[in-house]
């Protein structure tokens, strides 16, 4: 805003003289030379060229009688011009000629200076329209510069919120013996899966660019509720017992309890923590209604927690933690497979399984790096999972 303030004031405005008639030419030049840059055309067809030069004309004196092009199709050409719309256009005319001011004004122009000239009122008029030009100029450049600042800030405080939602939820990742790393994992495969469903499944109208960036931002959130789960459950090395199971369940209505209280702090609804929190709730459901914590069946579970269910479910099979050992991915895509119409709705397996190359670079680019040793196979998926990995 400075810049172009200082920028303009540092240099002559421009001015652009348009007339057939060489004397008018000459006596416009000799007029305004002394205040304005004076550009001179003697037909339309040079006007436009001149229109296009930097330094932009900050006015247009246009002849309307001119032959070839006159000065109603130069008006509206630059008009029509998204580089030299914002130029004003004054049409000079002679007292003898008929003009039709209304179209003259409808294809664009700002005023009419009439011939023979009154230097004091072109002088006025040009310095009038020439300081309005300049004003607009500032404020595009000002509003520009707000818009600039406000986007920077906006992408500053989502920076903040991003991070304060990976740190939110890598607490209860952390607790659970889980990483950081498992947060990326999912939200990633979250996302390409999200993606290919928007491409081409009876899933494409609820899967927009905005739904897949809330839904790739909320699933960090999909444990958090973990953070109420007792030290002696969470972090038991061994099998649970079924009543620890049952505490260990809790889990999800947990997230979701938090979540929602988050929301009752908002003034209007937000979509972000709507996804967190269907997500958070349902992601252990069944498709065939086997799952927790109230046993939704098919079409009934959310969208989002569809997908994050079989997102979570590869990256626990595919993970070390200490009370399993990692699967292999063709072990684990094998078993995904396994439970389509089961476990997992068939629209998804089935572009898990089109995906299941994309989803091994995921897990290798945003691998683990803990010593965690294998172990017999036999124990859970996870630790709040449903499904026996003895099932394979």
């Not at 999912?186 to 109208?205: D, F, V």
């Not at 397996?349 to 995921?362: M, N």
């Amino acid at each position: 805003m400075i810049q172009l303030t200082a920028s303009l004031s540092a240099r002559k405005p421009t001015v652009l003289v348009v007339d057939d008639t060489p004397e008018n030419l000459q006596l416009m030049n000799g007029l305004l030379r002394g205040q304005y840059k004076v550009r001179l055309a003697t037909h339309g067809g040079i006007a436009l060229e001149l229109a296009h030069q930097d330094p932009q004309p900050d006015l247009i004196l246009l002849d309307i009688m001119m032959p070839g092009l006159d000065g109603y199709e130069v008006c509206k050409r630059l008009k029509a011009d998204s580089g030299t719309r914002s130029i004003p256009v004054i049409f000079l005319t002679a007292l003898s000629q008929e003009m039709d001011e209304q179209r003259g004004f409808r294809d664009g122009c700002v005023d009419y200076i009439t011939k023979p000239f009154c230097p004091d009122i072109v002088l006025a008029r040009v310095a009038t329209h020439v300081a309005l030009k300049r004003a607009s100029d500032l404020l595009v450049d000002h509003n520009r510069s707000l818009r600039k600042e406000v986007e920077r800030q906006t992408r500053e405080v989502q920076k903040v919120q991003d991070v304060t939602i990976l740190i939110m939820a890598s607490l209860a990742e952390t607790r659970d013996n889980e990483t950081g790393m498992h947060l990326r994992r999912t939200q990633n495969y979250m996302k390409i899966l999200a993606e290919h469903l928007h491409q081409n499944s009876p899933y494409a109208s609820q899967l927009d660019e905005e739904v897949i960036e809330l839904l790739y931002k909320s699933t960090p959130l999909h444990d958090i509720g973990k953070v109420g789960i007792p030290d002696h459950i969470l972090l038991k090395p061994g099998k649970l017992t079924p009543e620890e199971f049952r505490v260990m369940q809790k889990h999800s209505e947990l997230g979701a309890h938090i979540i929602s209280e988050a929301e009752k702090l908002l003034d209007t609804p937000s979509s972000f923590l709507r996804y967190a929190r269907e997500i958070a709730y349902y992601h252990h459901e069944n498709w065939d209604g086997s799952g927790y914590p109230i046993g939704l069946k098919g079409e009934a579970i959310p969208l989002s927690a569809r997908l994050m269910s079989v997102a979570d479910v590869y990256d626990a099979l595919i993970s070390k933690r200490c009370y399993k050992a990692a699967f292999a991915h063709s072990r684990a895509c094998t078993f995904i497979e396994s439970q389509v119409g089961r476990k997992f709705d068939p629209v998804i397996v089935e572009a898990f399984r089109q995906l299941a190359d994309r989803f091994a670079t995921i897990a290798a680019t945003y691998r683990d790096n803990d010593a965690v040793p294998p172990q017999p196979l036999g124990l859970a998926i996870g630790r709040d999972s449903t499904t026996p990995a003895a099932s394979l």
